[in-house]
């Protein structure tokens, strides 16, 4: 079983950053994929950016440019820099990890943090 704590979320203006942690334990497969999903309300939730344990990332068009996924293998965690946000990134985020190359919604996942952009 994983754990995935995440941490980092709040409230901006728009134009403002914030940086995403989030920290898995437990039994962790060697190759995997962590990233992160954003659900609005009365919406789907998405696929924001993620990054694999061979360090490939994929990021949604709508935050390519201003998002930027890494993680450090070491401590198992993921971090999402994300920058020039606008009010239409207000999201409850989670981290997500799963198995394999591909990161997909079958894995383990956070809580959830709030990120609320102010315009």
């Known amino acids: 079983q994983v754990q995935l704590v995440e941490s980092g979320g709040g409230l901006v203006q728009a134009g403002g950053s914030l940086r995403l942690s989030c920290a898995a334990s437990?039994?962790?497969?060697?190759?995997?994929?962590m990233g992160w999903y954003r659900q609005a309300p009365g919406k789907q939730r998405e696929l924001v950016a993620a990054?694999?344990?061979?360090?490939?990332?994929n990021y949604a068009d709508s935050v390519k440019g201003r998002f930027s996924i890494a993680r450090d293998k070491a401590k198992n965690s993921v971090y999402l820099q994300m920058n020039s946000l606008k009010p239409e990134d207000t999201a409850v985020y989670y981290c997500?990890?799963?198995?394999?190359?591909?990161?997909?919604?079958?894995?383990?996942w956070g809580q959830g943090t709030q990120v609320t952009v102010s315009s």
């Open positions: 990054i694999n344990s061979g360090g490939s990332t």
């Open positions: 437990g039994s962790i497969f060697s190759i995997n994929a």
């Open positions: 997500t990890l799963s198995r394999g190359w591909v990161i997909n919604q079958s894995g383990s």
